[in-house]
């Protein structure tokens, strides 16, 4: 399959979950809630945004140059769409504290994939020497 056609429907899975957070934060909120549910209500906020990043990571690679960075900049602008979209929702606020709880999902998923990728192929891994060539240089040295 074609890059571009397959960047296409790969990145189904990211939008869709685009539309569970649009259907999540229309909700009314139901008044005040328990030290617990906020911290869990977080939590859910962290994970779903490091998800929507590596989705988007991944309908993206093979197709632009920085895919992670684009995925991030997507989920960072997506994050600040729905705080402004919670501010038309009865009880709701869009606040910037939690675009910022956002983040850190999105920076958890670059880490993540970041590790990945040094995990897996060796590439950019600086020599226990320090002279700042990768293995795979290293490899096809004499």
Not at 79 to 99: K, L, M, N, S
Request: hydrophobic share 50%.
């Amino acid at each position: 399959m074609n890059p571009r056609h397959r960047a296409l429907v790969r990145a189904i899975a990211p939008i869709a979950l685009m539309g569970v957070i649009f259907f999540l934060s229309a909700e009314p909120a139901a008044g005040h809630n328990p030290w617990w549910e906020v911290i869990l209500r977080k939590l859910g906020h962290v994970t779903g945004y490091a998800l929507l990043t590596g989705l988007w990571w991944w309908a993206l690679r093979g197709v632009v140059r920085r895919p992670l960075l684009i995925a991030v900049c997507i989920a960072l602008a997506y994050a600040c769409i729905d705080e402004y979209h919670q501010t038309f929702v009865r009880g709701r606020t869009g606040t910037p504290v939690d675009v910022g709880v956002d983040a850190i999902g999105m920076a958890v998923a670059a880490w993540l994939v970041s590790a990945r990728r040094s995990f897996r192929g060796g590439r950019g891994r600086v020599d226990p020497g320090g002279r700042g060539a990768s293995r795979s240089s290293l490899a096809r040295s004499p």
